[in-house]
């Protein structure tokens, strides 16, 4: 299988990643707003099938032509799953979006669902096969191993999640500006306390903007000093209180946390 791998990791470093062809908004817009048609182009709806419909239940992101990471907490081994890449719209059929099949799904083996704060919720999905990659899908960057961002550093977590607690499903894909909080500041008394492990990542928590159900799994897009989007961020969880609580950052799994995990993962399968 490695040569596979291996031709997934040239195919990425030949068309490069983090650089959409169609540039994202980036104002500093307060609330969430309708992301720019395939702005984001390494992000995918994980659906699965319920009542001979499928579904939209988490985000993901395209890291290599057949490999996908999301969240070890939207995988749920009974579900049957497909990944939809290409999305802007899930209401609307859309020319060179594309649903596939995973061949395999592996899930953090250090995922405990019982403790979410304990952290490792990560998932790669292999794919039955490899995108072609165009405006509308390309490649997420990973961070360099062990970054971590500094203190209201601007990122942008983009989803079709709940547009409020409790509120429906978003049919256009959203984005939305959450500046990240730093480890010192977010594991305060006041915030997520001692429950913050080093390996999670808090961005938002000015009780306005957040994560909310449906964004699971997808990215928090951050831009480098050389101008590339990486993912930073896996949508893990918010507070129990609300998706936008105000001292309640949305969490996120730190990708740069898990880089050798990701490698041996694709390695190995």
């Not at 609330?31 to 985000?59: F, K």
């Not at 938002?204 to 480098?224: E, F, R, T």
């Amino acid at each position: 299988m490695l040569p596979f791998v291996l031709a997934s990791v040239l195919i990425a470093g030949a068309l490069g990643c983090g650089v959409p062809p169609i540039q994202p908004l980036t104002t500093r817009v307060v609330n969430g707003v309708d992301a720019i048609p395939h702005s984001w182009p390494w992000q995918i709806s994980l659906q699965y099938l319920r009542d001979a419909e499928w579904r939209h239940t988490c985000g993901g992101s395209l890291i290599a032509t057949n490999w996908v990471m999301t969240a070890a907490h939207c995988i749920n081994q009974q579900n049957t799953y497909r990944v939809y890449v290409g999305k802007y719209n899930l209401v609307e059929q859309e020319p060179g979006s594309q649903a596939l099949t995973p061949e395999k799904i592996i899930v953090h083996e250090k995922w405990n669902p019982v403790f979410v704060a304990l952290g490792n919720d990560i998932a790669l999905i292999k794919l039955t096969e490899h995108v072609t990659l165009s405006n509308s899908v390309q490649l997420g960057c990973l961070p360099p191993p062990g970054t971590i961002l500094p203190n209201n550093y601007p990122c942008y977590i983009t989803g079709w999640g709940r547009t409020s607690t409790g509120g429906p499903i978003a049919d256009k894909l959203q984005q939305a500006l959450m500046p990240v909080v730093d480890h010192a500041t977010c594991s305060k008394p006041d915030w997520w306390g001692s429950l913050l492990r080093d390996t999670l990542l808090c961005a938002g928590g000015d009780g306005i903007v957040a994560g909310c159900n449906g964004d699971s799994g997808g990215p928090l897009n951050c831009k480098n000093a050389q101008g590339v989007w990486e993912v930073h961020g896996i949508a893990s969880f918010v507070s129990g209180l609300g998706c936008n609580y105000e001292k309640k950052p949305t969490v996120f799994t730190r990708v740069s946390a898990y880089n050798s995990w990701i490698d041996q993962v694709m390695i190995n399968n």
